[in-house]
């Protein structure tokens, strides 16, 4: 007969439990590796609308049947898989992407922002956005746009975006 | 009554293998691992670091890479030829700082040849203070690994941003 300690820790079976709680942490590893990876938010270039310091969760599902969106946030990889920039897709390929005073355009059209907050004196000549790439930026515009990582990135390296 | 410790232990086994595996398991990759770790710790500098010690520990960052090793630090740092030209940049950067300190983000390490060659993608956080002025920098490498005299040695490496500012050229 187990002790009352040992079967409130480990059941009434503790050779299953150790396969049960194998498999769950083998599980949970290959679904914060490959789908839903926590994501710890380090920096300021995506306030006010993610805040530094906060968790998230990562979803690396999202664009493996469809394209990014403009607007939608997305994961953009770093090297391996532990690191990503958090960025705003802004243009789409094929498209010329422009600032003026802090205003986007797209295609010569101004272009509505409504995650943005504060001022922005972000100018860019007009960019063509290439066959296979995205522009992608945060949503901290107080910063200027030479300190800010922003700029044109491979569909390849987008590896996923938010789940919440 | 049926004795299951054998298949328990037989898939234990097995997990506990397939953990090993995906964590890296080969010995000469993290060897190379290492030596990536131990160079950024040669880079850190704090307040109070000598010019005989800067001097040293210059040189031994200038270790860690290759003779003919080609480097292209990113802007505002020049490309650099040979270790001893990267030796000269580390003593001027480490005097230039009061503080310098380098974080490892992330990094993909695969074979290019088997124990000869490994490429390395790797992600920097750079903390610098100078002038009083606190500047945080991130840089994405694309580095090459050679061995050399049963060392593990950078015989190149090239900023490579995922993310390139238009009008320039990240890999």
Redesign the interface.
Known sequence: MLPTWTIWLWGRKPRVTLLRALVLGVLLYLLGRFAFPPVHVAGQSMEPTIHDGTWRLGNKLKFLQREPQRGELVMVRMAGWRAFYLKRVLALPGETIAFSKGMLQINGRAQPEPYLQGESNWSLPATRVGADEYFVAGDNRAVPLAAHKAGLTRRADIVGGLLW | MVN??PM?LA??GA?LF??WW?LGGDGELKKIERQSDHLVAAMHKTPGNGLLGLATRASEIAGFFSRQARITPGEPLPAINSREELMGLAAHTLQAVSTLEVKI????LNWVRPNEQAAM???VEIVAQAQGERQKL?Y?YDVTWVREEERWVIASAQVCE???????S?Q
Do not use: K, Q
């Not at chain 2, 983000?105 to 993909?108: A, F, P, Q, Y």
């Not at chain 2, 995922?162 to 320039?168: A, F, L, N």
């Open positions: 299951r410790w328990l898939v234990a997990l397939g953990a995906l983000l992330d990094r993909e993608r790797l992600a991130l994405t995922s993310i390139r500012r238009p009008g320039t990240g």
